[in-house]
């Protein structure tokens, strides 16, 4: 008999859904967290002010250098001193590079994983981008279609929480929405001009997982509304923004069904020839090294792409040699990522002598305007751009000084500055992989990530004329200093959207997934993380994960009670 109905791998975004809507359809579910417990009361530092910890609360350099020289170089704005524990040391959990690639890696291992440290842009994906590799010829083709998604998104978003605008949009769909956080008004000038002088293009409010009229159900989870104090990389103790930590897990834990492990790092999943199942997954604890297997009926992998694939790739058996699941040799591979490095910034006079109250945790969002109605681009798919508009006073690092002449100068009355960086689609390619490392491991005894990463051409070529349409719709709004430095591409993982390694299809022997985020070799396994995407597109993912995990936990729970799995 299984130790549990199902087991989760991973706390995250992804396997705090799957907690949540398995054991609310009455599972006994065991989650797996490789990392230790995060409790907001004990562990959040929101309400700690700057001063109030060593160094301004910057990470010494030293320790940069030591211990977060990928983590830090990828979100140098969200690691601090206070809040480092939020983020993995490279030097702890190491992985390779290929020869001639770069790759950043950056994780959070504890309690709701990169869930607690997100910045919660959510957007839906459309029918534009579930055809895109059909239409193109680039990857395979989606099992799925955006109609089929429209259910489940509106589930999740119902839940979770998204404040945003109605905008009609048919490239990036409405949300079921809370109010939006209201445009600045040198933004609002924005919108108009830009609006005015590329009719296709529209300047709309971020939309973001923040809580702006909180509902019933969420205020039974101890959740309130935002504060608008800008604290969210620090954890959150209003619980306002959306983290599995701050919802899914709480949901899941008040139905009784729930038992969480903590510093518990899989390195195998269980399986059984005969019946052609997996029966459990085989853990190491981080802390102690002991080794304990727990059996379940169902097993949903949710460990983030590349450690997913990996866990993966590491389960081998007579069965599959090359990794379970993997007859289609598509494990590891089509690695994806979100492209940045282009964009515009300017002044914006006019309205010097505005001010704003408190610190949104959101600016503006510019949709996809490029490839909608075809190809007329000298580039495949899109972009869209995230920014937003401040006095130059609120803009970090703008005015020096210290004490009563810093105070004193961000009170003086200037131009505002206006910021825009576009986010691009990477291509999938087969060739973007990650592979074991056939001699390196960790401390645990585990395989290191190799990780073989590139772009294409058509990244380069549209971050190029991204960057062009930055600078001209700054001009077009009357924005003078503009400035928009030569096009340089973050490097792959550096946006911390990974995706595609166990990606979903039609025919198993090109996809490792059906379109219910099931194995197409092993039919209790699910995995509904990143890893199932088949296309990146260019909006944020995480919304499109947990519609896809209410989705599959829905399938899967009725194939339990029919007896077919």
């Given at each position: 008999m299984a130790d549990?109905?199902?087991?989760?791998?991973?706390?995250g975004m992804s396997g705090g859904m799957s907690a949540k809507e398995l054991t609310e359809r009455g599972l006994k579910v065991l989650v797996l967290e490789r990392g230790p417990e995060i409790i907001p009361e004990r562990d959040y530092v929101d309400q700690l002010a700057p001063w109030e910890s060593p160094n301004l609360d910057n990470v010494a350099q030293d320790e940069i250098a030591e211990h977060y020289p990928k983590q830090y170089g990828g979100v140098a704005y969200a690691i601090k001193e206070s809040n480092k524990h939020f983020w993995v040391k490279d030097d702890e959990h190491p992985y390779e590079e290929a020869e001639g690639t770069r790759y950043d890696w950056l994780r959070g291992y504890h309690t709701g994983g990169r869930s607690i440290m997100w910045s919660r842009q959510t957007y839906r994906l459309s029918n534009l981008d579930f055809e895109a590799n059909k239409t193109d010829g680039h990857g395979i083709d989606w099992p799925v279609r955006y109609e089929e998604i429209v259910p489940w998104y509106e589930k999740v978003e119902t839940f979770i929480g998204i404040a945003g605008s109605a905008e009609g949009l048919p490239q990036l769909p409405d949300s079921i929405f809370q109010p939006a956080f209201e445009l600045t008004d040198a933004e609002k000038e924005l919108k108009a001009k830009v609006e005015s002088a590329f009719?296709?293009?529209?300047?709309?409010p971020a939309r973001?997982?923040?809580?702006?009229?909180?509902?019933?159900?969420?205020?039974?989870?101890?959740?309130?509304?935002?504060?608008?104090?800008?604290?969210?990389?620090f954890g959150c103790t209003f619980k306002a923004y959306f983290s599995s930590l701050n919802a899914t897990l709480p949901a899941a834990e008040r139905?009784?069904?729930?038992?969480?492990?903590?510093?518990?790092?899989?390195?195998?999943?269980?399986?059984?020839?005969?019946?052609?199942?997996?029966?459990?997954?085989?853990?190491?604890?981080?802390?102690t090294n002991e080794k304990h297997l727990y059996t379940a009926k169902v097993i949903f992998l949710n460990a983030s792409t590349i450690a997913s694939a990996m866990i993966l790739l590491q389960s081998k058996s007579v069965t599959f040699p090359n990794g379970l699941a993997n007859r289609s040799d598509q494990?590891?591979?089509?690695?994806?990522?979100?492209?940045?490095?282009?964009?515009?910034?300017?002044?914006?006079?006019?309205?010097?002598?505005?001010?704003?109250?408190?610190?949104?945790?959101?600016?503006?969002?510019?949709?996809?305007?490029a490839n909608l109605n075809g190809q007329d681009k000298p580039y495949l798919r899109g972009f869209g751009f995230q920014g937003g508009a401040s006095p130059l006073g609120n803009a970090g690092g703008q005015i020096p000084g210290i004490g009563r002449q810093f105070k004193e100068a961000h009170k003086k009355s200037g131009p505002w500055r206006v910021s825009i960086g576009a986010f691009g689609e990477q291509l999938p390619n087969s060739n973007n992989r990650v592979t074991l490392h056939p001699s390196k491991r960790d401390r645990w005894g585990n395989p290191l990530a190799l990780l073989n990463v590139t772009y294409s051409e058509n990244e380069y070529t549209m971050l190029e004329e991204a960057s062009k349409d930055a600078v001209a719709m700054l001009e077009a709004a009357g924005c003078t200093n503009i400035t928009s430095s030569d096009v340089n591409l973050t490097r792959p993982g550096n946006r911390i959207h990974e995706m595609g390694s166990v990606r979903m299809g039609r025919d198993p022997s090109d996809s490792v997934l059906n379109g219910w985020c099931q194995a197409h070799d092993v039919p209790n396994l699910f995995v509904t993380d990143g890893s199932f995407m088949v296309s990146s597109g260019c909006q944020n993912p995480s919304l499109t994960y947990m519609a896809f995990t209410a989705r599959a936990v829905d399938y899967a729970v009725d194939l339990l009670a029919d007896g077919s799995i």
């Open positions: 549990f109905d199902a087991i989760v791998v991973g706390s009719p296709e293009r529209n300047v709309i973001v997982a923040h809580l702006t009229d909180a509902t019933e159900e969420q205020r039974s989870l101890g959740r309130s509304n935002c504060q608008v104090r800008n604290r969210c990389h139905t009784g069904n729930l038992t969480m492990v903590h510093n518990a790092i899989v390195q195998s999943i269980e399986y059984d020839a005969e019946t052609n199942r997996v029966t459990g997954v085989q853990v190491v604890d981080a802390e494990v590891g591979r089509n690695l994806m990522d979100h492209v940045s490095g282009a964009g515009a910034a300017g002044l914006m006079s006019g309205f010097d002598n505005m001010k704003v109250f408190g610190r949104r945790p959101c600016g503006i969002y510019i949709p996809r305007y």
